[in-house]
């Protein structure tokens, strides 16, 4: 059994991590944190930008690896917050803050469990562990996860800390955002002339609000298109406007590719379409690999994510599971429950019990 130890350090990490700002590309403060527990745990740290990475006193490069990961950075807190969102209050179990939830609890929570099994002997581990504590994930930046997977060991399970109530998200859908541009001519809106780019677009916008991929995925769902974003670069109310842009959010499932999804989407819109990335893949890991199965033994279920993480980087089977609830992500009076915390710790040693 871990010891109190544990969760009271990860607590006091998560208090000191909401009070230092650490919005995407400016982790700095919180990246110090984390290395700095290490440091005071005798457990040597890498570091690169601003992750953080570490492997047990007993690595063997001749077994395979377990990659711990999640992330410190945080979106900026909304306008609707009523309390400071840097002020780590305690309110009977409910800790606040912002990053707290999302994803602050999982990440304190994998340190400890990486802790727990930090000193164990080599003759007593069939892999190795590797914790990494990355950056700019909620911008999907190329300076977090991405940015040290080649300076990580080869990694051939991963388990990504996100809110999931602890339970197993054994799948993800990908993420690709489109740039679309509607193309007219313009025109003078009193008289019969031009060709009204917004028009253009309205049909094509319509196309993106109606069509459904014929595949659906089993954990997935289907593939869902959203358009999120619309503008025209013209201001003036008396001219037809001769271009209309607009942004669609692609949330893809493991049916279709990103390259099959966006072929069909050329297909079918007369609109030009370019993808920002193809960097942000589905992802998963299959019912019957072990560490799902100890999930399920532990009275766990699992689901199908529909947002995206991390997990679409790493290149490797992966799960995503954690304390706290996603619904509470990016809300204002961001909060999680000390309990969770605890149950985190928990759930995370016991799987890794499991399989270790």
């Known amino acids: 059994m871990w010891n109190q ?25 919180t990246a110090k944190l984390i290395a700095g527990l290490l440091e005071e745990n005798g457990i040597p740290y890498q570091q690169h930008g601003y992750n953080v990475w570490a492997q047990n006193r007993n690595f063997d490069p001749a077994k395979p690896t377990i990659l711990l990961n999640s992330h410190h950075d945080t979106v900026k807190p909304n306008p609707q917050y009523t309390r400071d969102p840097f002020s780590p209050d305690v309110v009977n179990d409910t800790l606040y803050g912002l990053g707290s939830n999302d ?4 990440l304190v929570s994998l340190i400890a469990a990486f802790r727990h099994f930090y000193d164990r002997p080599a003759e007593q581990l069939r892999h190795n562990l590797v914790l990494a504590a990355t950056a700019e994930e909620e911008i999907s930046g ?21 809110p999931t109530q602890t339970q197993l998200a054994i799948a993800e859908k990908g993420l690709m955002v489109l740039d679309c541009v509607s193309h007219g001519k313009a025109g003078h809106a009193a008289r019969n002339e031009g060709e009204n780019a917004i028009y253009k ?9 109606q069509y459904q991929f014929p595949e659906v995925s089993e954990t997935l769902g289907p593939v869902k298109m959203s358009v999120t974003v619309i503008n025209t670069s013209n201001k003036a109310h008396n001219v037809v406007p001769a271009d ?33 990335s193809m960097r942000m893949r589905p992802s998963g890991i299959p019912l019957d690999h072990p560490i799902v199965q100890a999930g399920i033994r532990m009275g766990k279920t699992w689901y199908g994510s529909p947002t995206t993480s991390d997990q679409a980087l790493i290149p490797a089977t992966s799960i995503k599971i954690g304390p706290g609830d996603s619904a509470r992500s990016h809300t204002a009076d961001e909060y999680i429950h000390l309990h969770e915390i605890r149950d985190g710790i928990d759930t995370y040693i016991k799987l890794l019990e499991e399989i270790l």
């Open 5 to 29: 130890q544990l969760y009271e350090d990860a607590v006091k990490l998560l208090q000191q991590m909401i009070a230092t700002p650490s919005f995407s590309r400016e982790e700095e403060g």
């Open 103 to 106: 994803a602050g609890g999982c």
């Open 142 to 162: 190329v300076n977090g996860i991405e940015s040290i997977l080649a300076m990580l060991p080869l990694v051939t399970l991963a388990i990504v800390g996100e």
């Open 201 to 209: 677009a309205m049909a094509d916008i319509s196309w993106f609000s």
């Open 244 to 276: 209309c842009s607009f942004v669609v959010d692609v949330r893809a499932t493991d049916k279709y590719t990103l390259e099959e999804i966006l072929a069909t989407v050329q297909q079918h819109v007369s609109c030009t379409v370019t993808p920002r």
